[in-house]
């Protein structure tokens, strides 16, 4: 890793974990001061988060400090348990066995091996091609046609969400960007630090101004001013960190405020597949706060958005 991009790295995850135990303190001293009024759901969800938050950049910033191979890595486990939470959910039968078992075993694998191989080429229609005319074919081998449409359906979606989407974040460092070299891992720091921060400061703001519901079917608690705050929140974050991007100010706003529109939009997405499934919660992985996709939903949805305006409009 290039010495400047090791200062700066050093220098960003400095100002994320003191910005944590701010966090933290602020959280402690809420639940001192609500001790004695019982259970106060607002201020045990803001630790849950906080918490999630620590998980979540200390991991982060030991696959970082392990260069490509580990994000790399760190993605590549982060796609298996976000995969495995999705086909739990979703109705198969013993005819797919042998197609899930592709799925996470060859396809998996194999997508994070062409990313780490910067093979844009074929990593970028692995998924969307080939999986989804091969899966159903090994699941059509079982002769077992009961929802059979429904059945492979989910299955190439469950590799679209947790596979293909999620391994663009990866991908980003397979950007060439002239004057910006060597320091792609700050644009994974960025798109995760404003997506994540959007997801919280959204959160927050619902509690301080919510009123007008947006979704009351998918997400109850999920108002527009906390959208709004939330949203122009984290965007001034992104804005104010455009130095460890190759964008100008204004172009880090524009972008930040776009993958905060496609975070929000994922959640709803998945907020209408978990309402689907009659569930909360997508699994139990991180405690109080719902499983790996209860967190990645919002980058699901803003890593190949944000992957392909980099590469059309910065990469030659």
Not at 53 to 71: D, P, Q, Y
Not at 247 to 273: E, P
């Amino acid at each position: 890793m290039p010495v400047q991009d090791s200062h700066e790295l050093v220098s960003f995850f400095a100002g994320v974990f003191l910005l944590l135990v701010v966090a933290s303190a602020v959280t402690a001293a809420l639940r001192w001061r609500t001790a004695g009024h019982g259970p106060n759901t607002t201020v045990d969800n803001l630790r849950s988060r906080v918490n999630a938050w620590w998980v979540m950049v200390v991991t982060l910033a030991i696959a970082f400090a392990l260069g490509k191979a580990g994000v790399v890595a760190l993605f590549g486990f982060v796609s298996f348990m976000a995969l495995r939470e999705f086909v739990s959910l979703v109705y198969t039968r013993r005819g797919d066995h042998r197609a899930l078992a592709v799925a996470f075993f060859v396809v998996l694998p194999l997508q994070y091996v062409l990313v780490a191989m910067e093979w844009y080429g074929l990593y970028s229609i692995l998924v969307p091609v080939y999986a989804f005319l091969f899966l159903p074919i090994f699941a059509a081998l079982s002769n077992d046609t009961q929802r059979f449409l429904e059945r492979a359906a989910k299955l190439t979606y469950s590799l679209m969400i947790c596979v293909y989407c999620v391994s663009y974040v990866p991908a980003l460092l397979s950007l060439r960007i002239p004057g910006y070299e060597g320091r792609n891992l700050m644009l994974i720091a960025w798109l995760v630090l404003v997506v994540e921060s959007s997801d919280v400061l959204q959160y927050v703001w619902g509690k301080l101004a919510g009123r007008h519901k947006v979704a009351p079917q998918l997400s109850p608690s999920k108002t527009w001013e906390g959208l709004i705050g939330g949203v122009l929140s984290s965007a001034a974050i992104g804005t104010a960190l455009w130095p460890i991007t190759p964008f100008t100010a204004a172009q880090a706003a524009a972008i930040a405020l776009l993958v905060n529109a496609m975070g929000f939009l994922g959640g709803l997405v998945m907020s209408a597949i978990k309402r689907d499934r009659g569930v909360k919660d997508w699994g139990t992985l991180i405690e109080g706060h719902g499983g790996m996709l209860d967190r990645l939903d919002s980058v699901i949805f803003a890593a190949p958005v944000f992957f392909h305006v980099v590469r059309y409009w910065w990469q030659p």
